[in-house]
């Protein structure tokens, strides 16, 4: 269970250099979640946008958790 502050996420973020160029990504892989693996390709990128934009404002980490038990 992802726990339900924005924190909890930070080590989904990570930096992928192409080049001489820095871009940061987020890895969903990275939440060590076995529900992440069953999800379908769409439902995950709708989850890494979720990972990404959560603020607990306006995507909360409880958000987060509805798309994992998907």
């Not at 339900?4 to 992928?16: C, G, I, P, R, Y």
């Not at 979640?33 to 989850?47: E, G, Y």
């Amino acid at each position: 269970m992802v726990e339900s502050t924005v924190k909890s996420f930070e080590n989904a973020k990570q930096e992928l250099q192409v080049g001489d160029k820095k871009y940061t990504m987020f890895n969903i892989t990275a939440l060590n979640d076995d529900r992440v693996a069953k999800l379908p390709f769409s439902i995950r990128v709708l989850l890494e946008a979720a990972v990404r934009n959560c603020d607990n404002f306006n995507v909360k980490a409880e958000d987060v958790e509805r798309i994992l038990d998907w």
